[in-house]
Nanobody, 122 residues
Framework: QVQLVESGGGLVEAGGSLRLSCAAS????????MGWFRQAPGKEREFVAA????????YYKDSVKGRFTISRDNAENAMYLQMNSLKPEDTAVYYC???????????????WGQGTQVTVSS
């Protein structure tokens, strides 16, 4: 089992940057693919980015490509999302999640964190 805790959210102006972190418990973290999802008020939770257990593969939502970078440190049981050139439409609660295989699909993720709020002002 994996327990996940996000941090690093906050309020930032458009064009600014934030770095989200996801701390994982459990000795099996390095065997899981990891993903970031987000949910804005009144909207479905959507895929943002994913990374394979070895970091050899990464996936991104089209609208964040070139602005967001996902990474992980298996020695530290941690995953990160560097978000640059933030836009008001990036405002959402961001969740980290763990899955057995890298995927863009929400249903493939077995473990979820509680979320961290990101607010981008215009």
């Amino acid at each position: 089992q994996v327990q996940l805790v996000e941090s690093g959210g906050g309020l930032v102006e458009a064009g600014g940057s934030l770095r989200l972190s996801c701390a994982a418990s459990g000795r099996t973290f390095s065997t899981y693919a990891m993903g970031w999802f987000r949910q804005a008020p009144g909207k479905e939770r959507e895929f943002v980015a994913a990374i394979s257990w070895s970091s050899s593969n990464t996936y991104y939502k089209d609208s964040v490509k070139g602005r967001f970078t996902i990474s992980r440190d298996n020695a530290e049981n941690a995953m990160y999302l560097q978000m640059n050139s933030l836009k008001p439409e990036d405002t959402a609660v961001y969740y980290c999640a763990a899955a057995r295989v890298i995927s863009r699909e929400r249903y493939t993720y077995n473990y979820w964190g509680q979320g961290t709020q990101v607010t981008v002002s215009s």
